[in-house]
């Protein structure tokens, strides 16, 4: 796919994505970034510094959310530039056991803005858990073909 | 304990070499949840354009969080690792992270900001490989802004 300035417009929507989050995704994603802060994997150290349990990693929430746009955009490295405020935390449940995400992650983009100078796109991104925005002003930016 | 504001300015030099490999790639965009092929095939990243695996947008975080460590562990800066949270992020990619690059960070202080009883830090990482007369190829720019909780917040 080859994404073209003059087939976008400002508005246009690039899709949806459910993202199921485990507490096991959170360990893994302590191990892959090097993150190892315990509030994201020991329910009794977040609780003993006032979170109401284990909640993501913001990083693991914004690098899973991005993947909308990397695979809308076909090459991962089009997305040359990517920002987004931390503004609340993705409880995640333990339902280690079982086949139930302890918390699911909604993500939709649309098209934000368009720099025909520079031949890029800018996608904006709703993050959101249990209807409530996690991540605001997440943006990226596409260099476009 | 009280966040030290002649913080900013300061600038920590890029202390040790970051070698992307193939499987590093291949982990971190499996814990993101990522599927491109070019992440993971690199028959698929080459008929993208690119040398070897293209790294997730958000990978460069390993690089910068290393730098960061260096004024988080700083006797002097004064911060608390317990009270701090992650306020906002941005990557600035001057062109892809790909598997065999060699990766040095070199982190500045842009920002101390007194806000109640604790202060937001603002963090900026130069990400660059060294080419073979030594100049610097810039890679990516990433800013980062922690919060560190102050007592009682």
Do not use: C
């Not at chain 1, 976008?8 to 302590?30: C, F, H, M, P």
């Not at chain 1, 796109?121 to 996690?134: C, S």
């Not at chain 2, 202390?15 to 193939?22: F, H, I, K």
């Not at chain 2, 317990?82 to 990557?91: I, K, L, P, T």
């Amino acid at each position: 796919m080859s994404l073209k300035i003059e087939d976008l417009a400002v508005g246009q929507e690039i899709g949806k994505r459910s993202i199921d989050v485990t507490r096991q995704d959170l360990v893994k994603y302590a191990g892959a970034s090097g993150d190892f802060n315990p509030i994201h994997w020991n329910e009794a150290f977040a609780t003993g510094v006032d979170l109401p349990g284990v909640i993501a990693h913001g990083m693991f929430t914004m690098g899973s959310a991005v993947q909308l746009v990397s695979d809308w955009a076909g090459d991962p490295a089009a997305v040359v530039d990517y920002q987004t405020r931390f503004t609340k935390p993705v409880l995640v449940t333990d339902t280690t056991g079982t086949d139930a995400p302890g918390a699911v992650i909604e993500v939709a983009g649309v098209v934000g803005a368009l720099d025909a100078d520079a031949g890029t796109a800018r996608i904006d991104l709703t993050v959101t858990f249990e209807g409530q925005k996690v991540l605001m002003k997440s943006q990226a930016v596409v260099k476009l073909a | 304990m009280t966040i030290n504001p002649d913080l900013q300015g300061r600038s920590y030099p890029a202390a040790e070499v970051y070698d992307v490999g193939r499987e590093k790639i291949r982990e971190f965009a499996r814990a993101v949840k990522a599927t491109h092929p070019a992440h993971f095939d690199v028959d698929a990243a080459r008929a993208l354009g690119h040398s070897d695996l293209v790294a997730p947008p958000t990978f460069a975080i390993i690089v910068a969080q290393r730098a960061d460590a260096q004024l988080i562990e700083d006797p002097e800066a004064g911060i608390d690792f317990s009270r701090v949270v992650h306020a906002d992020q941005r990557f600035t990619h001057h062109r892809a992270i790909v598997a065999g690059d060699q990766l040095r960070a070199e982190l500045h202080v842009d920002g101390v900001r007194a806000m109640g009883g604790g202060a937001m830090i603002t963090t900026r990482a130069e990400i660059f490989t060294l080419g073979e007369d030594l100049q610097r190829d810039p890679v990516a720019t990433t800013t980062s802004s922690i919060l560190v909780r102050g007592e009682g917040q």
